[in-house]
């Protein structure tokens, strides 16, 4: 009879090796499911993990995408994973990603056609402070009557694509847009624009702040009260509560920070490869996220390796739709899938598995 | 813009089509958070159910048949989930997660060649006599089978868990899974049944979606309607007949916008379509804030029997 032995303490090494079996199961398992597609499956995995880098014909244009489209995963996700490992589940990061790119582009625009260099930094402030306002809403609401912040945090979803809708044909519209729904492009405005720092590397703003967020996560994770008061109220919330931790402000901080990289990596989205506001620019990045921050562990390392990897099936998928004709929501499945396997294989990590009766 | 022409009695016919989805999901979900799992996996169990229901109500042209088999298909989704929390002990949250992700993925991919096809639909089931009443004929007693159904169905639910020996056993699990086990119950085996209950569910709501409601498929068509539901079991308190109060009151709120959005009120259509969250929202903080009362204890927490 197979049984599980609790682990004393999570094994360090199975939270390395998992998420590697989990990419090699879902691996697998989605060439089946490919192949049940009728492709092929082998080709359909190489085209998916191998082409974008290096094969000569695609790599020049998909290795900047890979920054591109790495950069608000990794964003998103690291504040993600400060709430998730405190135990308080901001999942609507999606509907705080529009808001921040709503208000970095409305602070924009409320500035054209002036050209003058604080127009940028102001937007990015505009854009954190809007992710982190929606974030509020959920956090105050958990922190004053207790209300469930998933649920809370997921119907703002919904809220924001109707104020993006509106936006997008009221309020931001393009005067001169002949009618068509969407802002200005921001990309045509040279104050605004978040543009590819070095030429054809994929590097924008976007990503440089993802790469300082991981380093300050980091810190903040090992090193600072704060950090340690986060991890505390995840793993022993007693314990916590007799340290003096103070739960609302541990709500209040991670929501507050989920909620800002949230709002910074849509300005950035905004103002960079989507140019503009739209009733559909915003691609779920902020739900992907969730698969990157769980795929990386929690941990800051972990999340800027899962950003990347992630970025890859996105960019492969496509790949993938374009060669193979494999249906664009086979890589949702796909990404879906890997989070499935990696909770799954977590087992290793916290339980030895022992063959036989218990002693 | 003119309110009279919303007339109330068709107002109430219809607020009980467009709450039925809500209120399937929610009372197979009350059942599993009974049972002490919670289970955030039911808009994806939904939309799978709505598009194996459509898929095969449309290749068979019979309805029934695609209804009882969105029904199984869910439940066997929902069954992944149960193997993951309950034998590999994973992060019920994440899990649940997963499962609305593998889900909308699954459906997407399933649905994309049945895209702008119409599919056939349910004929409404008149009660005998009954529906040929003035105003109340075609108020209550002239919908489709399901809607009874669902109503059946809350009715079954409470008089299982309440007058029950299966019922107790259910709320013991849930309330405290340490002392069930210890009196000898199947913590494991009770949950998963459970699960599968509330995935079959979930999986009729979604199908009466594609099916009756819209009836088409379109990508990601269920809209949030699994997290309502979840959001309605907590509104009732995880009591039977308050999920169908608050499935009819958000079924209400749902038509009534649709219907001043036709009569063309003076308020731009993506306030109204934002409504029902807000409220929604609002109602969270309503009932949260007078104290989650009758939770149950063991909501959420992981079930070893060595630890």
Known sequence: MIRLEKRLEPSRMMTAVTPVIAVVLTMIVGGIMFALLGKPPLEAIRIIFWDPLFDPNFASYSRPQLLVKAGPLILIAIGLSLGFRAGIWNIGAEGQYIMGAICGAGMGLAFYPTESWVIFPLMVLAGGFGGWLWAMIPAVLKTRFNTNEILVSLMLVYVAEAILASVSQGLLKNPDGMGFPGSRNLQQYPSAANTELLANSGMHWGVVSAFIVVIFAYILLTRHISGFHIRLTGEAPRAARFAGVKPARVIILCLGISGMLAGLAGLFEVSGPAGQITIDFNTGYGFTAIIVAFLGRLHPVGILLAGLLMALTYIGGELAQLMLGLPGASIQLFQGMLLFFLLATDVFTNFRIRLGEAT | ?307
């Open chain 2, 1 to 307: 813009m003119d309110i009279s022409s919303i007339n109330p009695f068709l107002l109430i016919a219809s607020l009980m089509v467009s709450a039925t989805p809500i209120l399937l999901a929610a009372i197979g979900e009350a059942v599993v958070e009974k049972s002490g799992v919670l289970n955030l996996g039911v808009e994806g169990m939904m939309i799978t159910g709505a598009v194996v229901g459509f898929v095969i109500a449309v290749n068979t042209g019979s309805p029934a048949l695609g209804f009882l088999c969105a029904a199984l298909a869910s439940a066997v989704l929902s069954l992944s989930f149960g193997f993951l929390t309950q034998v590999l002990l994973t992060n019920q949250v994440a899990t649940g997660l997963g499962l609305t992700l593998v889900g909308l993925g699954l459906s997407a991919l399933i649905g994309k060649p049945y895209e702008g096809i119409k599919s056939p639909t349910l004929p409404s089931l008149d009660i005998p006599l009954l529906s040929d009443l003035p105003v109340f004929g075609i108020m209550l007693f002239s919908h489709d089978a399901i809607v009874y159904l669902s109503i059946l169905l809350v009715a079954a639910v409470w008089l299982v868990l309440t007058r029950t020996r299966i019922g107790l056993v259910l709320r013991a699990v849930g309330e405290n899974h340490d002392a069930a086990h210890a009196l000898g119950y199947k913590v494991i085996r009770v949950r998963l049944i459970a699960i599968m209950f509330g995935g079959a569910c979930s999986g009729l709501g979604g199908a009466y979606i594609s099916l009756v409601r819209v009836p088409q498929w379109t990508e990601g068509m269920t809209a949030g309607a699994g997290w309502i539901a979840l959001a309605i079991v907590v509104f009732a308190s995880w009591k039977p007949w308050r999920v169908l109060l608050g499935a009819y009151l958000f079924g209400g709120v749902t038509v009534l916008q649709l219907n001043l959005q036709a009569a063309g009120l003076a308020i731009p259509v993506e306030y109204l379509s934002m409504s029902p969250y807000l409220i929604t929202i609002a109602v969270l903080v309503f009932i949260s804030a007078r104290g989650n009362q009758g939770a149950p204890a063991s909501l959420g927490r992981p079930f070893h029997a060595s630890s």
